[in-house]
C-alpha cells in the first residue's frame, strides 16, 4: 500500500544513514524527517484504525449533554497550539444550547475539519480559519461550520471526497496527504451515528472557500442512547 | 559517470535518494512529476532513470516511462522502477519492457545503489555494443 510504504522508505532509509561520523546539522535534519514521517505513519494507521471500527459497526458512542462555547473555545486553544501559526476565529454565542454528542468524536470531526481548513488555507492572503456554531428555530440541530479561504472543491469533487478511499488527483508541488485521506469519511460517519451529518455547501457570495457544516442535535431534543 | 534522474514526489524518498547516491559518488537531478522529468531528460540524456508509478500532476510512471521511451531515439534508457504499489502485472509489465532493476518501497541505501550500478552497467553494455537498448531502433531486449 503506497500511503504505507512511502512514508516507511523515508523512516527506514534515513535510519539506516545514520552513523557515527554524521554531522549534527545532517543528524538533526535526518532525526526531524524520521519523526515527520513516523507521524504521518501514525495518521494512516490511525485512519485504517478507525475505518476497521466503522465497518465492524465496533464504534463506541457515548453521548453526553456538551456546552457548546467552552467546548468549542477549548478546542480552538489546543488546536492553535498544535498548530502553531494557525489562526481560528471563533463565533459562537453562550446562548447556544447544549449538544448531545459524544464528546471525543465530535472533538475529533471538528478537528478533521479546523486541520483540512488550515491546510487549505495556508497558501492564501487570508489564512483565518473560521468556525461559526449556531442554531436557527426551529431547528433541533446545532450547526458548526468550518470555513477556509483556500480554492473551491470542485463540484465533480463535492461527494468524492466523503467516500471511503477517494482517489482524487493531486497536483503537482502540493503536499502529501497524511492519513489516507479518508477523514472526512470517518468525520461523516461520526456525525450521522451521533445523530446530525457533515455535509459541503459554498462559502458566501465574495468569500472565496470553502464551507463544511456539521448539524448536531441539541440535548433537550434528544434522549441518551 | 552518468547522473540519475530521479522522478519522485514525495520529499522524504526524494531526500534519501539524493543522500544515498551523494555518499556513492552519484550525480542526481530530482523531479517531482512526468513532465518536469520531461524537461530534464530533454535537457540532459540521463544513465539511468528511478522511476516511481504513481505521480501527482497528468502522468503517472508508466506513461512517464512511455515518454522517454519516444524521446529516446538512439540513446540507451535505463529505467529502474521504484515504487511503493507493485504487484505482479506491475512486475512483469516491467520486465517486459527491460526494466534495469524493480524496486518496491521501502528499499535499503544499498539495494537502491545496487540497482542504480546495475542500470549504469547497462548503459555502458550498450553503450560498448554500438546500441541502444530499450529503443525502437533496437527493440530486441
Known amino acids: 500500500m503506497h500511503e504505507l510504504r512511502t512514508p516507511l522508505q523515508s523512516i527506514q532509509g534515513f535510519a539506516e ?10 543528524l538533526h535534519r535526518y532525526l526531524r524527517i524520521i519523526q515527520t514521517e513516523a507521524e504521518r505513519l501514525e495518521a494512516v494507521v490511525d ?53 448531545l454528542a459524544d464528546l471525543e468524536h465530535l472533538r475529533q470531526v471538528l478537528w478533521t475539519l479546523l486541520r483540512n481548513a488550515g491546510r487549505y488555507s495556508m ?54 496527504r497524511s492519513g489516507l485521506g479518508t477523514g472526512l ?27 463544511f457544516v456539521l448539524s448536531v ?4 431534543d434528544v434522549k441518551p442512547a | 559517470m552518468s547522473d540519475v534522474l530521479v522522478v519522485e514526489d514525495e520529499a522524504g524518498v526524494q531526500m534519501f535518494v539524493a543522500e544515498a547516491l551523494r555518499r556513492a559518488g552519484i550525480r542526481c537531478r530530482i523531479t517531482a512529476s512526468g513532465p518536469q522529468a520531461l524537461a530534464q531528460a530533454n535537457a540532459a540524456w540521463p544513465g539511468a532513470v528511478l522511476l516511481d508509478l504513481t505521480l501527482p500532476g497528468p502522468m503517472d510512471g508508466w506513461q512517464v516511462w512511455d515518454a522517454l521511451e519516444h524521446m529516446a531515439g538512439s ?26 532493476g524493480i524496486l518496491r518501497k521501502p528499499a535499503s541505501a544499498a539495494a537502491l545503489l545496487a540497482a542504480v550500478m546495475r542500470a549504469f552497467g547497462t548503459h555502458r553494455e550498450a553503450l560498448a ?3 541502444c537498448r530499450g529503443t525502437k531502433e533496437n527493440p530486441d531486449r
Not at chain 1, 456554531?133 to 472543491?153: E, K, L, Q
Not at chain 1, 442535535?217 to 433537550?220: E, G, L, W
Not at chain 2, 540513446?75 to 534495469?100: E, I, M, P, Y
Request: hydrophobic share 40%; charged share 20%.
Open chain 1, 17 to 26: 544513514l545514520l552513523g557515527p561520523n554524521l554531522d549534527p546539522e545532517r
Open chain 1, 47 to 99: 485512519d485504517l484504525s478507525q475505518r476497521s471500527r466503522i465497518s465492524l459497526g465496533a464504534l463506541d458512542l457515548h453521548r453526553v449533554a456538551i456546552a457548546v462555547q467552552p467546548f468549542l473555545a477549548q478546542l480552538c486553544r489546543d488546536f492553535e497550539l498544535q498548530y502553531p501559526g494557525w489562526h481560528v476565529a471563533l463565533q459562537a454565542g453562550a446562548r447556544l444550547p447544549d449538544v
Open chain 1, 123 to 176: 497558501d492564501t492572503a487570508d489564512s483565518t480559519v473560521r468556525l461559526i456554531a449556531h442554531t436557527s428555530a426551529p431547528s433541533s440541530n446545532v450547526r458548526f461550520i468550518v470555513m477556509d479561504t483556500g480554492a473551491r472543491i470542485p463540484v465533480a469533487y463535492r461527494e468524492v471526497i466523503f467516500e471511503p478511499s477517494p482517489r482524487l488527483a493531486r497536483p503537482v508541488g502540493s503536499r502529501p
Open chain 1, 185 to 211: 469519511y470517518v468525520a461523516r460517519e461520526l456525525a450521522r451515528r451521533m445523530g446530525g451529518d457533515l455535509t459541503l455547501a459554498s462559502s458566501p457570495r465574495n468569500q472565496g472557500g470553502n464551507a
Open chain 1, 217 to 220: 442535535p441539541v440535548a433537550s
Open chain 2, 75 to 100: 540513446r540507451s534508457l535505463n529505467v529502474v522502477l521504484f515504487a511503493a504499489d507493485l504487484d505482479a502485472t506491475d512486475r512483469a509489465a516491467a520486465v517486459r519492457r527491460g526494466a534495469a
Open chain 2, 129 to 131: 555494443q554500438g546500441g
